[in-house]
C-alpha cells in the first residue's frame, strides 16, 4: 500500500499555509515595535471587531495546539503542575500559562497581550485561565458572557448578548483611545461570514467517496479560519483550497489510498499523536472524513446576516455546538453521519475538555439507536500524553475497524 502521507504532502496549499502562519505570527510577535496592539482571545470569541480597530489577535488555544503537534506538552504542564495548578485544569490552559512564565514552547512564549477578550461560549475554563493571565501581564479583561442555548435562542439571551457587543466596542474604545471603525467592521463582517462558507465548503468535499483530504488535513488547514477569520488572506487561502480539492477529485486523488471504510470524529484532535492515528486508520482503508471539531467554525453561518453584522454575530457566537444541548449536539451529529455518509463514529473522550466530553455518553447512545452505526469511546487528552496509552488505543480501534468490516461485508 503507498503512503497515505505521500499523497498528503502532495496538496500545495500545506506550504502555503505554514507560510500564513508563519507570517502571522511575526506579525503578532512584532506587534509592539510597530505600534500595533495585540489581544488574546478565545477560539470562540467574536474576533471581528478586533480586526475592525486594527488590533492583532492571538489565540492561545492555537499556540497550545502547536505546542501538542511539537509534543512538547508534557513538559509545559509539569511545569504548570509545579506551579501548583491541577492536573484536572484543561491542557491547554496549563501549556500557556506555564509557557507565560517559562518563555517555553515552540515560539519562546506568545506575543505579549496589550488586552484579553474571553467568550465563555466554549467553556466555563477559559474565565479563570483569562483573570490568571490578565493579573500576570497586568492588562485589562473584557468576559463576554453567552449563556447556554439548551434548546433555543430566547428574546432574553437575545438582548442580554447584543448589550454585551456594545460593551464590548465601548471597551475597544477605552483601550485604543480611539472611535470604533463602523465602516471598517462590515467589511470584515463580510469577509468573516465569506470565509466561513469557503471553510465549509472545503469541509464538504469530503462528502465525495473517495475523500480528498481527512480529518486530519482539516485538523491542520483550521488555523487560518481560527487566526486570520475576517480577513482577505482567509477568503483567498480558503478560495484556493476548495479549487485543489476539487481538482483532487476530478484526478481521482484520494487521501487513503483504496478507501473502504468512513469515519466520523468527536472531539478535539490527539494533537501530539495524529500521525499515528493516521496511519492507523489507513492501514483498516479507513479514512476520518469529518469531524464535529473543525466544523464548529462554520457550524452557525445560517444565524449570520452580513448587513446586520453585529446584531446577527449576537446569536452565531451564543449558539456555537459547545453552547448548545446535548439533543441539540446529537441532532448535529447524526446529520453529520449521513451527509457523510459514514460507516462508524470515534469518539475521543477527552480529559481536557470537559464541555465537550460530559455528553458523549449521551451521544454515543443516540448515536447507536438513531444510526446503528458502530461507535469507538478512545480516552484521551488532546496535549498532555500522560493520559494515552498507545497499545490500549491500537486494540480498540483494531477490534472496532473489525466490527465495521464484519457491518459492511
Ligand atoms: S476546556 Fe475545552 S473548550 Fe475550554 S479551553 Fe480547554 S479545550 Fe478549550
Not at 485544569?89 to 500557556?96: E, I, N, V
Amino acid at each position: 500500500m503507498s503512503d497515505p502521507s505521500a499523497q498528503k504532502a502532495k496538496m500545495k496549499s500545506a506550504k502555503k499555509m505554514r507560510d500564513l502562519m508563519t507570517a502571522y505570527y511575526i506579525d503578532a510577535l512584532s506587534a509592539g515595535q510597530n505600534n500595533k496592539r495585540v489581544a488574546w482571545i478565545t477560539s470562540g470569541g467574536p474576533v471581528e471587531p478586533l480586526l475592525a480597530m486594527d488590533i492583532i489577535p492571538v489565540y492561545p488555544e492555537n499556540h497550545a495546539a502547536m505546542i501538542g503537534s511539537a509534543k512538547m506538552g508534557e513538559d509545559l504542564c509539569t511545569k504548570a503542575e509545579e506551579m501548583g495548578y491541577s492536573t484536572d485544569l484543561c491542557s491547554y490552559a496549563r501549556a500557556d500559562i506555564s509557557c507565560s512564565v517559562v518563555k517555553g514552547g515552540p515560539l519562546g512564549g506568545l506575543p505579549k497581550p496589550d488586552m484579553l477578550i474571553c467568550c465563555n461560549n466554549i467553556c466555563g475554563t477559559v474565565l479563570k485561565w483569562y483573570e490568571v493571565q490578565a493579573r500576570f501581564y497586568n492588562v485589562p479583561l473584557f468576559i463576554l458572557d453567552t449563556p447556554i442555548c439548551h434548546t433555543g435562542y430566547t428574546p432574553e439571551i437575545a438582548k442580554y448578548v447584543r448589550a454585551q457587543i456594545d460593551e464590548y466596542i465601548a471597551f475597544l474604545e477605552v483601550v485604543t483611545k480611539r472611535k470604533f471603525n463602523h465602516e471598517k467592521m462590515a467589511t470584515v463582517g463580510k469577509l468573516s461570514l465569506e470565509g466561513q462558507k469557503l471553510w465549509q465548503k472545503v469541509l464538504n468535499t469530503t462528502a465525495h467517496k473517495p475523500s480528498p483530504m481527512s480529518a486530519f488535513d482539516a485538523f491542520f488547514f483550521l488555523a487560518l479560519i481560527v487566526t486570520l477569520r475576517g480577513t482577505q488572506i482567509a477568503v483567498d487561502f480558503y478560495t484556493e483550497l476548495v479549487q485543489e480539492m476539487e481538482e483532487r477529485i476530478q484526478n481521482g486523488i484520494s487521501v487513503v489510498p483504496g478507501e473502504r471504510y468512513r469515519l466520523l470524529w468527536d472531539n478535539l484532535p490527539i494533537w501530539y499523536q495524529l500521525k499515528w492515528l493516521s496511519g492507523k486508520f489507513s492501514e483498516h482503508n479507513a479514512c476520518l472524513v469529518a469531524d464535529t471539531y473543525t466544523s464548529a467554525w462554520c457550524g452557525t453561518i445560517k444565524y449570520i446576516d452580513e448587513n446586520r453584522f453585529l446584531d446577527s454575530m449576537a446569536e452565531a457566537y451564543t449558539r456555537i455546538y459547545l453552547n448548545i444541548g446535548v439533543d441539540q449536539m446529537a441532532d448535529q451529529v447524526l446529520e453529520m453521519i449521513k451527509f457523510y455518509d459514514v460507516d462508524g463514529f470515534v469518539m475521543h473522550s477527552n480529559r481536557s475538555c470537559k464541555p465537550y466530553s460530559f455528553g458523549q455518553l449521551d451521544i454515543m447512545g443516540i448515536v447507536q439507536e438513531k444510526a446503528g452505526i458502530p461507535v469507538l469511546m478512545i480516552e484521551a487528552d488532546m496535549v498532555d500524553p500522560r493520559n494515552f496509552s498507545q497499545s490500549q488505543v491500537e486494540t480498540r480501534i483494531d477490534a472496532f475497524m473489525e466490527i465495521i468490516k464484519q457491518n459492511k461485508g
